[in-house]
């Protein structure tokens, strides 16, 4: 019985060893969305979500804006890209994922009109 345990341990580590950087962004996406969202990043930004598409690598990230920036949405849209792109530069733990050349969108839409983006923006591995 003992070696029986032993073995189908070994066999879950080989397994979980052998998930690709596409299945764990994938399930690591799944996983924060659930756990993490909505959650309020300022005053007026909420983070809805975060996806993995598979087609394209890329690592999607979504957010609501309420109250006066729903209002006046993305004034300086060059401002903001810059500031993600800062972001995205310094975030260690998306290391694997832009050593491996996933792409990473950004998609701000308004709280009053949910169908209105007010930005959105995507990175690829020239960017970072």
Known sequence: MK???VFALMALTFAA????LDERA???AKMYTKKNCPAKISETVVMDSMTFEADTRTLH???TLTGN???????????ARS???AELKNTTSLSSFKEEG???AYTYHSQRSPETVHFETVFKK???
């Open 126 to 128: 020239g960017d970072y």
């Open 26 to 28: 994938a399930r690591e």
């Open 83 to 85: 500031r993600l792109l």
């Open 61 to 63: 990230y979504y957010y």
């Open 3 to 5: 070696k029986l345990f």
């Open 17 to 20: 060893c052998q998930e690709s």
């Open 102 to 104: 996933f792409n990473f």
């Open 69 to 79: 920036a729903d209002s006046l949405g993305v004034e300086d849209k060059d401002e």
